[in-house]
Structure formats: structure tokens, C-alpha cells
């Protein structure tokens, strides 16, 4: 998001509340993606730790296999 700026001397009231609505919509947008994003890392994570969870006891049961098979 590239930051614009414009003199406030140039700006009508109603020009500078318009430019600031549209700024507080922008903003309001991006913490919106930013939750998203947040909540999509989460879900990864979990999954991550599910796949490194499973991985751990697959090679715990090969490694008992493995000493029993001896």
C-alpha cells in the first residue's frame, strides 16, 4: 500500500472526511487479509504438527519392528 500525500490545505471538509473514510476502509481491509493470513499460518501449523506427530510414531513402530524382527 503505497502512502499518498496530499496538502490538507487543498482538501474541502468534505473532501478530508472522504479521504479519511477511505483511508480508515483500507486500513480496516488489511487487518482484515492480516486475520486471514493469521488464521490460514494457524491451520498450517496444526497440520504441521500433526504430519511431525505422525512421522515420530511411524518411526518409533518401524524402530520397535525393527529390534523385535532381530
Known sequence: M???FT???T???EQWLEHLQKLCRELQS???QAA???LHLQELKQLADSLCS????KTHT???RQ???R
Not at 54 to 57: I, K, L, P, Q, Y
Request: charged share 45%; proline share 4%; no cysteine.
Open 36 to 38: 486471514d493470513q493469521r
Open 54 to 57: 505422525e512421522a515420530e510414531v
Open 67 to 69: 529390534k523385535t524382527s
Open 30 to 32: 488489511a487487518l482484515d
Open 62 to 64: 518401524r524402530r520397535r
Open 2 to 4: 503505497a502512502l499518498k
Open 7 to 9: 496538502p490538507a490545505a
Open 11 to 13: 482538501l474541502s471538509e
